[in-house]
């Protein structure tokens, strides 16, 4: 591992984006993403970029890993729901410090890469599971929810998975630019939703899309 790079990276991407705190900084320190790109990616695992993934799938920016980090503020008493695997490299980061993982992948290969990368890791604490998001039946259980695509229309399912006082990571939007927003739990019957950044990903697979207008 490069620990030059990876300093770089850390301070000159993801603390210049407005990542401060020092938990999420020592996590993305001590989490190596070469470890967990794709093999032939490796000189440029710490460069301020997407990295290519099968299916059309990217790995997030540095940066923005940081923020989503900042964001949910994951605990050693929270359980996390991430759907969309990827590459594995958020989902170790956010088993640093969360007590559990549960990540959701549709895509069986790379659901299986993550799972070989976070048994080299060491990382205990996190599973992978092959599915659909869109087809789980997902119970008000988790503190902690990342989706790591987009939604092009806002979908509520997500947010009724979390419990009292839980925290959702979604960016929404259909356009050259998106809206990543963190909801926030607190009863039964309501969230508080406040915007964090402007960005653009790929939605998530089988994402419902705006209807467009045909004249």
């Known amino acids: 591992m490069s620990t030059v790079a990876l300093e770089q990276m850390v301070m000159?991407?993801?603390?210049?984006?407005?990542?401060?705190?020092?938990?999420?900084?020592?996590?993305?320190r001590r989490v190596p993403r070469e470890a967990y790109v794709p093999h032939g990616f490796r000189d440029v695992a710490y460069a301020d970029a997407t990295i290519a993934l099968p299916h059309g799938q990217r790995m997030l920016a540095p940066k923005v890993v940081g923020r989503?980090?900042?964001?949910?503020?994951?605990?050693?008493?929270?359980?996390?729901?991430e759907i969309g695997t990827g590459s594995g490299y958020l989902t170790?980061?956010?088993?640093?410090?969360?007590?559990?993982?549960?990540?959701?992948?549709?895509?069986?290969?790379?659901?299986?890469?993550?799972?070989?990368r976070l048994a080299a890791g060491g990382i205990a604490n996190a599973d992978v599971r092959t599915a659909d998001a869109f087809e789980l039946?997902?119970?008000?259980?988790?503190?902690?929810?990342?989706?790591?695509?987009?939604?092009?229309?806002?979908?509520?399912?997500?947010?009724h998975a979390l419990e009292n006082g839980g925290r959702l990571f979604v960016i929404v939007g259909d356009g050259p630019v998106m809206s990543a927003r963190l909801l926030r739990r607190t009863s039964s019957s309501a969230w508080t939703s406040e915007d964090l950044f402007e960005t653009w990903v790929e939605p998530l697979v089988h994402a419902e899309r705006p209807r467009r207008f045909a004249f």
């Open 12 to 28: 000159q991407q993801v603390r210049a984006w407005d990542v401060l705190d020092d938990v999420v900084l020592g996590t993305m």
């Open 68 to 81: 989503i980090l900042q964001a949910v503020a994951a605990t050693a008493l929270d359980s996390v729901l």
């Open 92 to 116: 170790a980061c956010l088993a640093a410090t969360a007590r559990h993982v549960q990540s959701v992948e549709i895509y069986d290969d790379l659901a299986h890469a993550a799972r070989t």
């Open 137 to 159: 039946a997902l119970e008000p259980r988790y503190n902690v929810i990342v989706l790591t695509g987009s939604l092009p229309r806002y979908d509520e399912r997500f947010q």
